[in-house]
């Protein structure tokens, strides 16, 4: 018989500091945020309640900014964010959330429970909390 497989959730393995934040700010603020608070990436807020979350990372910073030497002072995040953002729900099983990442080119995502962002998961945080913590 066949052992079964413990189920490792995106709750489980999700960073909680996650850092949302108004599509106005500069990128020159984002980037501040980002040296405070050690994260990956800030995830842009609602607007209004039939809106949808962005997010901005370091690599679309590098891009749309330095790559095309833009002042960071004179960019809002709003204009360099990607929206919708893809999100995974917190009861996910991270081999899914793997291969959502996989089939859409992401390194991250928020992760959003009744609409409200509750973490932010990365490769990282499957590989080293998830498949590491199950051995």
């Known amino acids: 018989m066949s052992e079964q497989r413990k189920v490792i959730r995106i709750r489980d ?4 500091q996650v850092h949302v934040v108004d599509g106005a ?6 980037l501040e945020r980002i040296q405070q608070t050690k994260v990956e990436a800030l995830i842009i807020d609602k607007r209004h309640a039939d809106d949808e979350f962005g997010i901005v990372l370091l690599a679309d910073i590098a891009r749309q ?3 095309r030497d833009k002042a960071p002072t004179r960019v809002n995040v709003y204009e360099i964010m990607s929206k919708p953002v893809v999100s995974v729900d917190p009861m ?8 959502l990442f996989e089939k859409f080119g992401l390194s991250n995502a928020p992760v959003i429970d009744n609409d409200v962002v509750v973490g ?3 490769y990282n945080d499957l590989v080293l909390k998830g ?4 051995d």
């Open 120 to 122: 932010m998961v990365s």
């Open 65 to 67: 900014v330095l790559a």
């Open 13 to 16: 393995v999700m960073n909680e």
């Open 25 to 30: 700010i500069t990128v020159d603020e984002a």
């Open 131 to 134: 498949m590491v913590a199950r």
């Open 92 to 99: 996910m099983d991270i081999r899914y959330c793997a291969r």
